[in-house]
């Protein structure tokens, strides 16, 4: 079965937000994303609230036919307005100001007393957890402890081994395959801890298929690149393709499997 694919429209409200102007909506995103095959939305509630904003949880709830995932740190405030918006699901991200975009999975074992609390209320308000993790085993069992329902692995190392990788020879495509085998691998034990795995950050329509073809990972969250392309070529061709990625990576592994 190929994997869901949850768009991520921050940079649809990063635009917005860039004039403090009521365009582009992210609801009208959200449809268009929607209409082309997206499996889900998701967004991210920053502290800063550099571009979504609260508001916008609200109403991508009420709007939205599928599904929406609400991204947020593990704080009083943010868990607040997940129990009150009471989004599909919820993964808890690590946050840090000056950050660019999140770097690298929530430390849940050395944050597991609050991370656990945040499941046991958001599981109380019927919102599905996942916890964005690095793939490790010890994280993976923290996050399956802490109560969560999903994992979602983060691929940055993946991704940023891929950078100018068309071609690569050597040690650049060693550590493309250390990195792949790394994220089967922590698939596997989620699977086998019970919990759901998901995947995302970093990932483009060149690098997405040799995770589409670890079969455990049920759902991508990708959005910068697609947002990206959606610049070009617009919206509803951007996901249309993404999801192309996808499926035809998915589809190399039945190859490799029979
Ligand atoms: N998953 C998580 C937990 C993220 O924080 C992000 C970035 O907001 C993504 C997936 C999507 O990453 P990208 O924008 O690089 O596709």
Redesign the pocket.
């Known amino acids: 079965m190929t994997a869901r694919l949850n768009v991520?429209i921050?940079h649809v409200a990063t635009i917005r937000q860039a004039r403090r102007a009521p365009e582009p909506s992210v609801v009208a995103a959200a449809l268009v994303c929607e209409q082309a095959g997206a499996d889900g939305i998701?967004i991210?509630l920053r502290g800063d609230r550099r571009h979504i904003q609260d508001a916008d949880v609200y109403v991508l709830r009420q709007a939205l036919t599928t599904y929406l995932n609400v991204?947020l740190a593990t704080t009083e405030e943010m868990i607040k307005v997940a129990t009150q918006a009471r989004p599909d699901a919820v993964?808890l991200?690590p946050e840090s100001p000056n950050e660019i975009?999140?770097e690298g999975g929530l430390d849940v074992r050395a944050n597991f007393d609050a991370v656990r609390a945040a499941v046991e209320q958001l599981r109380a308000a019927s919102v599905f957890v996942s916890i964005?993790i690095d793939p490790d085993g010890a994280q993976i069992a923290a996050a399956r402890d802490a109560g969560a329902q999903q994992v979602?692995l983060?691929t940055a190392a993946y991704?940023e081994a891929t950078l100018g990788a068309a071609g690569l020879h050597g040690a650049g495509a060693e550590r493309v395959a250390q990195e792949l085998h790394r994220l089967r691998e922590a698939a596997m034990l989620a699977t086998q801890s019970g919990l759901q795995v998901a995947a995302?950050?970093?990932?483009t329509y060149r690098n997405v298929g040799a995770v589409a073809a670890i079969h455990e990972i049920h759902e991508f969250?990708?959005?910068?690149?697609?947002i990206a392309r959606a610049v070009l070529v617009g919206l509803e061709r951007a996901v249309t393709e993404m999801r192309a990625a996808i499926r035809r990576g998915a589809k190399t592994l039945t190859h490799e499997r029979t």
Request: charged share 15%; net charge negative.
């Open positions: 991520n921050d998701t991210h991204e993964s991200v975009t999140t964005f979602e983060c991704a995302g950050h970093g990932l969250n990708i959005g910068h690149n697609i």
